[in-house]
């Protein structure tokens, strides 16, 4: 029998929509699997068992796993960048400094400058889009200490857990 390579491959089952990657089963709402590829290899890992955790109905691991893999890209850069201790500040201290240090906001500027934007509507845009991602940092650095299994398992609501996953998607895509 002739082995089959469903790495990436979507596959569709009836009932909730699901995706194929690497064999194991994510559901496809919670990542774009395709995207994945894109991602730093120590994230897209979290990612991942953040999914599956959340379709195994493990929401305070799941947390942790999407805190998880926004740590691991931070954690990275303070290192490369010579940031000094990356356990010291707060983990949306660490994703608004690692995105400034990355240069995040200036390369898409620059991009957006080349598709033709207003220069007034490129500030607006970075401004807000910043403060979004700062934002949800919060927010995920909130549900770990109140939700995950860090600190041991605490009463969970699903659709926040939902949100912190596409939130550290974001984060990590941004940051990658």
């Not at 082995?3 to 194929?20: H, P, Q, W």
């Not at 799941?62 to 740590?71: K, L, P, R």
């Not at 898409?108 to 403060?131: H, P, S, T, V, Y």
Request: aromatic residues 6%; hydrophobic residues 45%.
């Amino acid at each position: 029998m002739e082995a089959i390579d469903i790495k990436y491959t979507r596959e569709f089952l009836a009932g909730d929509t699901v995706g194929l990657d690497e064999g194991r089963i994510v559901q496809v709402g919670v990542l774009d699997i395709s995207e994945l590829p894109e991602l730093s290899g120590e994230a897209h890992e979290d990612l991942l068992k953040a999914a599956i955790r959340l379709r195994d109905g493990d929401l305070s691991g799941a947390i942790s796993a999407a805190c998880g893999a926004v740590d691991t890209l931070t954690t990275r850069i303070y290192a490369e960048k010579q940031l000094g201790d990356s356990g010291s500040p707060s983990f949306q201290e660490k994703v608004k400094k690692s995105l400034a240090v990355q240069g995040t906001f200036m390369v898409l500027e620059k991009e957006l400058a080349e598709l033709g934007w207003n220069q007034n509507d490129i500030g607006m845009f970075k401004q807000n889009l910043a403060g979004a991602l700062n934002q949800g940092a919060f927010v995920m650095q909130k549900l770990r200490s109140e939700m995950s299994d860090v600190h041991g398992t605490k009463p969970i609501l699903k659709p926040l857990v939902f949100d912190s996953i596409k939130w550290a998607a974001l984060i990590v895509r941004m940051l990658s």
